[in-house]
């Protein structure tokens, strides 16, 4: 896992006091709210609706159990006891006080954390594939990558004011598990046809009131040119990005106006001027970062006999959860284990400081010091040895944690919504709870398979609802809650913005109007076909005539 | 009948609180100074705006109450949703109760 260098250590410690100071002042008068709202925004504190919100950042999704003891201890000692896991693989936090934020940013600068880059009109959190570094159909490990687009971006000093927030994700594995399609950009790790290792570079992808599926501008990239490409497309943007108009600031709207030949030429054009002066990271210090990404010292003999088969059959519920939650790694005899944070009831992505403190303690027992938060709002154990998933599994039942509902219906995806968010329209955590609590019986979902549902508060889409198979927006209309469902969204390989079915439900009806969608889906599927298939297939219509026959 | 109180964010931790009868800040809707017109009101929100300057309260507003006599409560979800909190509410704090 990536340490701080010394650079970085004083960086953060800085800007840690630098926020001491700025806070002290706005507390004793000298500053405005005005003048204090954009520094506050520049270290992840937002004020939402009943208290101030702080999100940190979780870089590519990836934690030791160190950090995440130190997020445990931040939820006791400075929130109600729970944090929230966000769709950008970071986590939040929603009662924080500001007179306590500097303590608290110095307690995660302990474990190289901040709050950095998680706001604002800056390069984001880079995301990456969940399974980074494990995956069974992984080319190369993204996370060198997110973390030298990291270290170029985090004090690029033109990239600190973009026209809007800008999002990157990398994925090194032959299935997009990491949005990258709905993205700014989306970096895909690949081999051309003499079986070199380079980058396909996306652009312009986006959901939010306008959502956009990223194009290709480049097949091929060689890795060494990776920043000097990524700074050409993020100049051409600084130049011709809209800033009169935040509707119309994303690098999507660009896209979409000039159109992603003019734009691929733009920035080729850019690239050939901006190479020659460019330094790229130097190789001994790519090599440097990537020591820190080396495979854990797996055991070669753990392949031989996990007694895994005797277990699965011995104990059906385990078997569920295998079969569920539990994927193919790289290295035999190992696998990756998802922690659904999605229980029966629950609220999507949150988890509580004992389940914190308890996952610490399995990914230091069972997965080499490491695990990962999925921009899903799950948590990842990336290296189990197959012979620990038994014990492993009795661990997290025993804490709640061994929901068998990985990619299910109660899987959902929710943002905060109205409950916490203050651009909300409406809520969205009683929405998914109802349909989690409606859809309950496992052995229905399970037979209702692969379905991803996803919520969001308002049109800014943090629920991710345009890539949901089910996506539900939630609106406002002459001052009552109402829902709108699309239909039809992916955000894998085959990105998909989902289509609106018809006219919004009442709070009372989205859960029935769900449950008829499902039900459309079952009746007319052919055997085992999926929904997202089924749909494809069908297209809307029957799901419309089926919701809207009463009316 | 409408009436209009004072509600923001508490400058220290961000809560939700209402312009009192005695000039101060509440957490509780049931202290806030009430107003019936528009004249009222603009004198509310001045009376918030020095509450600002002063360091202590953040991004004032009215909301607009109703007031039958009975319950005393916000027209608006959101305005419920702030005065009660989350219906989850997971710390054992204040329950929400139904808010729609
Ligand atoms: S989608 Fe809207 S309501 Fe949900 S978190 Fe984003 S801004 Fe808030």
Redesign the pocket.
């Known amino acids: 896992m990536y340490r701080y260098d010394e650079f970085d250590h004083a960086f953060v410690h800085q800007r840690v006091a630098q926020f001491r100071d700025q806070v002290a002042r706005r507390l004793s008068g000298e500053l405005s709210e005005d003048e204090f709202k954009p520094l506050r925004l520049m270290n992840g504190l937002y004020l939402q609706l009943h208290a101030y919100m702080l999100r940190v950042a979780i870089p590519y999704g990836t934690l030791s159990s160190r950090q995440m003891r130190c997020l445990a201890h931040i939820a006791r000692r400075y929130d109600k006891g729970y944090g929230h896991i966000t769709t950008r693989q970071n986590i939040q936090y929603n009662w924080i006080k500001l007179t306590e934020v500097p303590d608290l940013l110095a307690d995660l600068a302990e474990v190289e954390m901040h709050a950095i880059q998680t706001s604002g009109n800056c390069i984001r959190n880079v995301t990456a594939d969940h399974f980074a570094g494990a995956a069974a159909d992984e080319i190369e490990d993204p996370r060198l990558w997110c973390e030298i687009i990291r270290q170029w971006s985090t004090l690029h000093p033109e990239f600190s004011f973009l026209p809007r927030k800008f999002k990157i994700a990398v994925s090194g594995a032959a299935k997009d598990r990491a949005a990258l399609r709905v993205h700014d950009i989306g970096v895909q790790i690949c081999r051309n046809d003499a079986g070199e290792i380079g980058f396909e570079v996306m652009v312009g992808g986006g959901q939010g009131r306008t959502p956009m599926i990223a194009k290709t501008i480049r097949k091929f990239l060689p890795k060494a040119e990776l920043l000097s490409y990524l700074e050409s497309i993020l100049r051409v943007y600084n130049q011709l990005g809209r800033r009169d108009n935040m509707y119309k600031a994303r690098i999507k709207i660009l896209v979409h106006e000039m159109g992603a030949d003019a734009l691929a030429e733009m920035v080729e054009a850019e690239w050939r001027q901006v190479r020659e002066g460019f330094v790229d990271l130097p190789e001994a210090e790519v090599a440097r970062i990537e020591r820190y990404f080396a495979p854990p010292p797996f055991d070669p003999a753990a392949g031989s006999d996990s007694g895994l088969d005797t277990a699965r059959r011995a104990d059906s519920e385990f078997d569920r959860w295998l079969e569920q939650n539990v994927d193919a790694h790289r290295q035999p005899g190992y696998a990756i284990a998802t922690i659904s944070l999605k229980s029966d009831g629950g609220v999507p992505g949150d988890i509580d400081a004992a389940q914190m403190e308890a996952v610490a303690d399995l990914a230091e027992r069972f997965s080499f010091d490491e695990l990962r938060a999925t921009h899903q709002q799950n948590l990842v154990l990336p290296h189990v040895r197959k012979g620990d998933l038994y014990e492993l599994w009795q661990s997290l039942k025993a804490h709640g944690l061994a929901i068998a509902n990985r990619g299910l219906i109660s899987d959902i995806i929710a943002?905060?919504?109205?409950d916490y968010?203050s651009?909300?329209?409406a809520r969205?955590i009683p929405v998914a709870q109802a349909i989690s609590a409606r859809f309950q019986d496992l052995a229905r979902q399970k037979d209702i398979g692969d379905l991803r549902l996803n919520i969001?508060?308002?049109?800014?889409?943090?629920?991710h609802h345009h890539v949901g198979h089910i996506g539900i927006l939630?609106l406002e209309k002459k001052g009552v809650e109402n829902y709108q469902i699309t239909l039809g969204g992916r955000a894998d390989g085959e990105a998909a913005i989902g289509a609106i079915v018809g006219p919004a439900f009442s709070a009372e009806d989205i859960v029935g109007a769900v449950e008829t969608v499902v039900d459309t889906y079952l009746d007319l599927r052919e055997t085992g076909e999926p929904f997202i298939d089924a749909y494809a297939r069908l297209g809307r219509e029957p799901f419309k005539e089926r919701l809207y026959a009463a009316h | 009948m409408k009436l209009d109180i004072v509600s923001a964010n508490r400058l220290t931790d961000g809560r939700v609180v209402y312009l009192t009868r005695d000039d101060g800040w509440s957490e509780s809707i049931i202290d806030g100074r009430s107003a019936a017109t528009k004249e009222e009101s603009a004198d509310l929100l001045a009376d918030a705006e020095r509450a600002v300057e002063a360091g202590i309260v953040v991004a004032p507003y009215l909301v607009s109450m109703a007031d039958d006599g009975g319950a005393f409560a916000p027209l608006h979800f959101r305005e419920r949703i702030r005065l009660f909190g989350p219906k989850h509410n997971r710390d054992g704090g204040q329950p929400a109760g139904r808010v729609a």
Do not use: D, R
């Not at chain 1, 943002?415 to 109205?418: S, V």
């Open positions: 943002c905060p919504g109205m968010c651009l909300a329209t969205s969001s508060g308002c049109i800014n889409a943090c629920g939630g």
